[in-house]
């Protein structure tokens, strides 16, 4: 593969389920959107460096040498700056712990500064921006802070440097550890670092313990838990949405024109992150989730949307700030996603899998013994009404509409969990729909099937092929050890595997032409099949090759250019940590047990 010049996002994450924060390997906060994912960035130099402002710790003379790493088990992120006058370390983190009996998250975020050698001079810019990048605030002056405001938004700057080093462009030089707390709305009044130093510890500690707590299996284990710390992150725990991602617009490839805004909760997603969640053992994310979902589905008795805002948000218009110069230059900068609009079938299903546990698991079921059957009914009730209807399909195409493999597979999957459900509970009446309404997407599924090819095509009366229809192996629709199984996933590796274990969603033309970058997930739902399939030796080493795709701290993009392995779109991508941390569990379950993988649902 050629690495020359291969474009990798330099920054890593922070957060505490209430913001997410992108530290440059420079020190520079370019991209923090408060008081929430969905508002505009106070932060935002990733997208425009002039109007996005700026918060970074710099040295005097130029960089000689960054080196940057999480704490281990952790989102407390460490930054070493090493220049010709000397070098220091940047701690991040957003305090996150439990307190009162419940989670302490402010919006709230601490930089802890200390020297590593030498006497190194730095220079502390905190410049925050509103309205992405259209209003400034008034800096005032106070004895140990900077106050931040413009109209009702206030945010300070509490430190333990000279105040006036921030009026007046001058070096300070760092020989003992300087604290930087910013917040929003609330002042911060507390012993500064007395009171910082605590909520590291406490923060360390919580973070440690989460890992601790979740199950685990060796197979490339420290990958597979800082993926499961950056999802962790991605879940707006006030109303336990979880986002796609926590930027937008970030260029599927250059001069796309596919930018995107993904700081939304879609539910197809929301499935898979919560599956991967618990292959862990971590449910409380789960139980969160439904919350968020039943107060979805009580204020929309319609049709379900693929994606809502996180606070259940119903209208997420789509509008372009061409002021600003977009990331390296690529445009349209998209706030809002016009795909709230589109019809996606698939979506029925995945919310009752995604939640199946809560009410067929016996730790969970008690609590929910009420809502089983109207909830079942609910999803039951959406999937007769659009299972015959063509839909815009997971890729979320714009502008033609299909009748969908993959969204009938997952109706076939709803219908089928339905029946688990049915039967666990009793329910005879839900049993018999559930199967009428299964068999029903199977005869759609097979009208897919191109006998001449042996292969499932994306969408009835087509000829293109879709990565989806790898779920038809991965959710047991095709028995893995099936001839059927073995030659359909033969035909999409014809078609659609690039380089390194790469794979394209599709390779047809859509509203913006043909896809020039391979999509992340896909890759690791390719690894999953050949694990399926007894390919396990394969699995294993195109499970190695991907994880060379990820960045500095092991943070996956959304897409990778199969010719030089560059990183692109929105970063970091939820999906593709989500299809690590299920391709490494379907490959430890396979070395554990070969004959292991049997249908989470009874056929």
Known sequence: M??????????????????IAHVEKNTNISWLCWPSFQDSFVFGGLLDKGLGGEFSILPSTPIKESNQYYLENTNILCTVIDSEEGSYRVTDFAPRFEQYERYFKP??????????????????????????????????????????????????LATNMPISHFFDDLPYVLSHPVYLVLTYGSPFEAPL?????????????????????????????????????????????????????STTSLPEFPGSGRNWDYRYCWLRDSYYVLTALSHIGHFEEMEKYAAYIANITQTDSGRLQPLYGILGQHKLEEQTLDYLEGYLGNKPIRIGNQAYEHIQNDVYGQAL???????TDHRFRHQNLALTKDWTTFILDKIEATIDEPDAGIWEFR????????????????????????????????????????????????????????????ATGSDNLDASTLQLIMMNYLDPSSQRARKHLEELEKDLKGEHGLFYRYLHRDDFGKP???FLVCAFWYVEALACVGRLDEAQEVFKQLL????????????????????????????????????????????????????????
């Open 399 to 458: 502008n033609f509409e299909n009748r969908h493999c993959y969204s009938n597979l997952f109706q076939w999957a709803g219908a089928t969990a339905a029946l688990k459900i049915a039967k666990q509970y009793g329910l005879s009446d839900i049993a018999d729909r559930a199967l009428r309404l299964r068999t029903k997407a199977a005869e759609h599924i097979e009208s897919c099937y191109d006998q001449d090819r042996g292969v499932f095509t994306n």
């Open 548 to 603: 060379s795709f990820g960045n500095h701290l092991m943070l996956f993009s959304e897409d990778v250019n199969d010719q030089d392995g560059s990183q692109w779109g929105n970063f970091p991508q939820a999906y593709s940590h989500v299809g690590l941390v299920n391709a490494a569990y379907r490959i430890a379950i396979k070395l554990d047990s070969p004959a292991f993988f049997e249908s989470l649902y009874e056929q």
């Open 353 to 359: 899998i995604a939640l199946l546990p809560l009410f």
């Open 2 to 19: 050629q690495t020359t010049n291969k474009h990798t996002y330099n920054s890593g994450i922070i957060g505490n389920c209430a913001y």
């Open 193 to 245: 670092q007395r009171t910082a130093e605590d909520f590291l510890s406490r923060t360390k500690s919580y973070w440690q313990k989460w890992v601790k707590n979740a199950s685990i299996p060796p197979f490339y284990q420290r990958e597979v838990i800082r993926s499961a710390l950056a999802l962790k992150l991605h879940q707006y725990e006030d109303t336990g949405a979880i986002i796609a991602a």
């Open 516 to 518: 020039k970058a391979t």
């Open 107 to 156: 919006l709230m975020l601490i930089r802890k500064i200390e020297p590593v050698r030498g006497n190194p001079k730095i220079r502390v810019t905190c410049e925050p921006v509103l309205d992405y990048g259209q209003r400034t605030l008034e800096k005032f002056r106070g004895s140990n802070h900077i106050q931040f405001e413009r109209s009702d938004v206030k945010m300070r």
